[in-house]
């Protein structure tokens, strides 16, 4: 799944943005990786925005990051265990 | 030449902060060559010389830049741009977020760059319990750190002294940049690594750990709830509207008094007609009548860099996005749109908050049509011309005339929508329209830093729209002046009528006759004047007891229900005054945007003000 379609308040695991990605990414993908949205960190979104459900709000190596929801559908996670 | 030093560092850092403080008001604002990105340089001075030139560069958050801001900052760093490079980097640190400020610190230290650090809001780290060993961190990252506090002051002149040493030594900066570096610096490897290294630098020199925000955590809570959070916002919002109007508004009045002052001075002591004219009716009512803006313009700056320092200023965002999005706009541009009811000026201005330059752009073009304050004396006369003082229907408490001045408002406002929608549809996507951004700790602004700000501010307006304003002024007098008759002015014969009736059959559809293109002449300057304009083509003397109702019956008798109404039509869309021309091409940088809006707004004028007079005849 994507973060968009993850729960609220679960700690996920990012899957996008391996290694062995050797893709061009665009600047928005580009931007989310720096931001930590990187394979093998854990998120967690925390609060999604009143009237159209987003933009999210996700926390990422200690921080609160807005994503809007064609931004949270770049990158896949899963729940954790 | 002087010691150059650039001030690099991930946006909310409190970079600009320290800025402030290490210049004080030794600094010049002005735009990257080429882009609209604000370029800040100030001076270190000692003993009143200046001796260390400070660049206070765009936040970045690392050398992968994706917006605008942060391609000037690449450009500067990787030397693409013709100038200097600074001779000394310092990056500034957030102490209470050191994992985001870090992924910078590796790159800028890998490539080779000289480096000082400014370990900043060491004391707010302090206070969460942080310590680290500074000995160590300093080693690993091959730079001599210095906790600063930019709020306190502290560690600066520690700072200052630690510059001035370098300055004596020369080092030749040699960055070494990997081949084609564009693409490992966007590669997962090359970030993972860093990242890696981060968190390990982070393990070791950690002494006591930070405790947790959980003071943002819990306003928040309030501040991002569903009912709460949007009604804070529109209080918010309604106090800048309101203190736009009322608080700025005894301000106003001292410097109109004051023009009226240096106006009556010039009456008593000039003894030349023309020359008393010239300065009296032509330079100082017509500056006069664009400064009486500035309280306007600074108060708003104080309240937006308020809500920015406090951390405010993306949560509204946040909350206004996917709302603000639907038509074309960001969630930041609500405090632009909402402030250019008071003059589009500061909300030109103040879109520098939205940092997609498409957005920005949008945001600017469709400003002009929200009903600014200057329109409000038109309105007012021409409303007192049209419609009778009676409730609605039977309503004591709704009078028609305030009914047709909201409906005036809510025409211009969503003009303005729909106009935004058309413009997002037409216009190029240039770079991605992101939102994607950290929500900064809620921090308590400083006062010295929200008056440098709002000192820029003002200083920007005067010097680049008081050029214009001026010439515009002395212009419009003159063709209002001239030619005389035997030493006397005759409005009738002067230029301003020969290119009103010159204009007059462009304008016979709307029912404009050659008296009403005239008074539309010197509201270029500013909008209110066509009031006074139109009393002197109609020959009715300003300021005298009943001179509205005098003013309502002969515009009514002269010019016939159907021409007032597509005038009154033609306000809301048309013209724009000069300085929101001036400040659109000193904010894009270029006459097309200005000629552009122009363009449209007149066509929407014309199209409007024809229909409205249609529709008034067909109906009476």
Redesign the interface.
């Known amino acids: 799944m994507t973060i968009n379609e993850a729960p609220l308040n679960k700690k996920l695991t990012v899957l996008s943005?391996?290694?062995d990605?050797v893709r061009?990414?665009?600047?928005?993908e580009?931007?989310?990786?720096?931001?930590?949205f990187?394979?093998?960190h854990t998120i967690r979104v925390t609060?999604k925005?009143?009237?159209?459900k987003?933009?999210l709000?996700v926390e990422v190596?200690?921080?609160?990051?807005?994503?809007?929801?064609e931004?949270a559908m770049l990158v896949s996670v899963e729940v954790q265990e | 030449m002087t010691f150059r030093v650039a001030l690099v560092g991930m946006p909310n850092v409190g970079k600009t902060a320290l800025f402030n403080k290490l210049t004080g008001s030794f600094q010049r604002v002005a735009n990257f060559p080429g882009v609209t990105v604000e370029k800040k340089t100030g001076w270190i001075s000692e003993h009143g010389q200046r001796i260390i030139e400070v660049i206070d560069l765009p936040g970045i958050y690392s050398l992968d830049a994706t917006t605008l801001d942060e391609k000037v900052t690449k450009d500067f760093l990787l030397q693409k741009e013709k100038e200097r490079l600074a001779d000394l980097f310092v990056l500034v640190l957030d102490a209470t977020n050191l994992d985001k400020s870090l992924f910078l610190a590796y790159q800028l230290k890998e490539l080779g760059y000289p480096l000082v650090i400014a370990l900043n809001l060491m004391d707010e780290a302090h206070k969460r319990g942080f310590e680290i060993d500074l000995a160590k961190f300093s080693q690993e990252l091959g730079a001599v750190i210095i906790p600063t506090s930019a709020s306190t002051g502290a560690g600066l002149s520690d700072l200052k002294n630690l510059l001035k040493t370098k300055m004596g030594q020369e080092v030749i900066p040699s960055i070494e940049l990997p081949q084609n570096y564009q693409k490992v610096f966007r590669s997962p490897p090359y970030v993972n690594g860093i990242f890696k290294k981060v968190d390990s630098l982070i393990k070791d020199v950690t002494l006591s750990p930070l405790r947790p925000d959980t003071f943002s955590e819990r306003v928040d809570h309030l501040v991002l709830h569903p009912v709460w959070g949007i009604l804070i916002l529109f209080l918010l919002l309604i106090l800048m509207f309101q203190t736009l109007f009322t608080w700025a508004s005894p301000l106003q009045d001292m410097l109109e008094s004051g023009f009226a002052f240096l106006s009556e001075i010039v009456s008593t002591y000039v003894q030349n007609d023309l020359l008393r004219s010239l300065l009296a009716d032509g330079i100082i009512s017509g500056v006069g009548g664009v400064l009486v803006f500035l309280p306007q313009i600074m108060i708003l700056f104080l309240f937006i860099q308020f809500l920015e320092d406090l951390g405010y200023l993306g949560r509204a965002a946040f909350l206004m996005d996917s709302f603000m999005r639907k038509i074309g706009l960001p969630g930041k541009a609500v405090i632009p749109l909402l402030s250019s009811h008071a003059c589009a000026i500061p909300g030109i201005l103040s879109t520098r908050v939205i940092d997609n330059h498409r957005e920005r752009l949008i945001t600017m073009l469709v400003i002009p049509l929200t009903t600014c304050s200057a329109r409000l004396p038109v309105y007012a006369i021409l409303i007192g011309a049209l419609i009778p003082n009676e409730p609605f229907m039977g309503m004591s408490w709704i009078k028609l005339p305030g009914l047709a001045l909201f409906a005036l408002y809510v025409l211009g406002f969503v003009s303005a929508l729909i106009v935004s929608l058309v413009f997002k549809k037409s216009l190029p996507q240039s770079s991605p329209s992101m939102l994607l951004m950290e929500l900064p700790p809620y921090r308590i602004p400083k006062w010295n830093n929200l008056l440098v700000v709002m000192q820029n501010k003002g200083k920007i307006f005067l010097k680049k729209a008081g050029g214009i304003i001026l010439i515009v002024s002395i212009v419009i007098w003159f063709l209002m002046t001239f030619p005389q008759q035997g030493g006397e002015t005759q409005l009738e014969q002067s230029y301003a009528a020969h290119i009103g009736r010159f204009f007059e059959p462009v304008f016979r559809p709307l029912g404009f006759d050659w008296r009403i293109t005239t008074a539309l002449i010197p509201s270029i300057g500013a909008r209110e004047v066509v009031v006074s304009a139109l009393s002197m083509v109609l020959s009715i003397q300003e300021g005298t007891e009943g001179f509205e109702t005098t003013m309502s019956e002969a515009l009514v008798a002269q010019f016939g229900l159907g021409s007032l109404v597509a005038l009154l039509i033609w306000f809301v869309f048309a013209p724009q005054c000069i300085s929101t021309f001036a400040v659109l091409k000193r904010e894009t940088n270029s006459w097309r945007w200005p000629l552009v809006m122009g363009t449209y707004t007149l066509a929407l004028a014309y199209f409007f003000a024809w229909l409205a007079r249609l529709l008034v005849n067909l109906w009476s």
């Open positions: 943005f391996t290694d990605d061009n990414l665009s600047d928005l580009a931007r989310l990786m720096h931001l930590g990187l394979a093998g609060r925005a009143p009237l159209f987003e933009p709000l190596r200690g921080r609160q990051v807005a994503l809007s929801r931004e």
